[in-house]
């Protein structure tokens, strides 16, 4: 294995778990922390990144493009870092983010939706970015599959891909073959983002780099969407111990996450029932209060609609809406013989 990059995302997939609402000074504190920690990139941005902040993704506190100047300005080493959605994220947003001092732009799609970013990946790089794509929900695809999608964004000009597991779902094999697969298949690099919904992040991680990737993710204390992402600190441990620390400060990164990002956060992400049924299921967390809600109105288990939600993505390839998973499931408790 060699010391791969590691991208912390603190400051963006940590934003889910906020729910948006970090501040100036939160974002300097944090920053300050991982840049004297020698961590390289730095992600910065609304959850679902440029121009997330929305009645439908939730309004940020402060607006993304002054946490984005208010990193950059704290940075003494590290790159900034934006996370950009087709369809969300426009090119008015994306040359403010420029504006404000982002180096890096991570383009993310559906693992089944590449072709969506081409415009994007050729905006970025005309505005002189290093370009990363971001294959979301790749275990619903076969590695084989994801290794087309990643040639598209390297045909783009993507200069590293991704294998992005949103719902936490995969097991260290899954992770192992996909990077080993992307690998392959680019001449790029290959990264992987884990998240710790089956309580695999770290795990996982492992796989990844055993399989040749070049690039990681972590959040400090884990802070992110679901039972949290992969720990920066953590990692940081690991990749020390086995010999391939990339230049990061150990300890440092451990008071970070105790002392800088350890009380500002409502609730400590761990795989509890939610999270784990996420994992399990393999669907999206933003999918969960809205089970909730059908559930109750309904009378059907939660847990039961995102399940069967899941299989019907990953297996039949189905992309078929909770209410309607719901709605099947209560006919067939009707139809079912006591």
């Known amino acids: 294995m060699n010391a ?13 778990a906020l729910a948006h609402t970090f501040t100036r000074q939160q974002v300097r504190d944090i920053v300050r922390a ?3 920690a020698g961590v390289p990139v730095i992600e910065v941005t609304h959850g679902d990144g440029l121009a997330g902040s929305s009645l439908q993704y939730g309004f940020s506190r402060v607006p993304d493009l ?16 934006a996370l950009l959605l087709p369809g969300i994220g426009t090119r008015r947003e994306l040359k403010a983010a420029v504006e404000r001092g982002v180096q890096v732009l991570r383009i993310a799609t ?6 969506i970013s081409e415009e994007h990946f050729k905006m970025a790089k005309d505005m002189g970015l290093e370009t990363v794509g971001f294959l979301m929900m790749s275990h619903m695809r076969p590695p084989e599959f994801l290794a087309e999608q990643a040639r598209l964004m390297e045909s783009y000009g993507a ?3 991704y294998v992005v597991d949103s719902a936490g779902a995969m097991l260290p094999h899954d992770a192992a073959a996909r990077v080993r697969a992307l690998k392959a298949a680019l001449t790029v690099q290959v990264g992987f ?3 710790n919904n089956l309580g695999l992040g770290i795990g996982n991680t492992l796989a990844a780099l055993e399989a040749g990737a070049d690039q990681i993710d972590g959040c400090l204390r884990g802070l992110g969407a679901g039972a949290g992402n992969a720990a920066t600190e953590v990692l940081a441990a690991v990749l020390d111990r086995l010999g391939i620390n990339p ?10 996450a105790e002392y800088v990002v350890a009380p500002i956060m409502p609730f400590q992400p761990f795989p509890d029932r939610d999270a784990i049924t996420i994992g399990y299921a393999g669907v999206y967390s933003t999918f969960l209060l809205h089970a909730r809600r059908i559930g109750e109105q309904l009378g059907v288990d939660p847990r039961a609609i995102l399940i069967e939600l899941g299989r019907r993505q990953t297996v039949a390839g189905q992309e078929d809406w909770i209410l309607d998973v719901a709605l099947e499931l209560v006919r067939q408790q009707q139809t079912t013989p006591v």
């Not at 002054?66 to 870092?81: K, N, V």
């Not at 559906?110 to 072709?115: G, I, N, R, S």
Request: charged share 35%; net charge negative.
């Open 193 to 195: 983002h884990a998240h």
């Open 34 to 36: 991982l840049d004297r």
């Open 247 to 256: 230049g990061l400060d150990v300890l440092a990164l451990m008071d970070a």
């Open 66 to 81: 002054d946490l984005i100047a208010e990193a950059r300005e704290t940075a003494e080493r590290a790159r900034i870092a």
């Open 110 to 115: 559906q693992c089944t939706e590449a072709d």
């Open 4 to 16: 791969p990059r590691l991208t912390d995302t603190t400051l963006r997939d940590g934003s889910h």
């Open 159 to 161: 200069d590293c891909v």
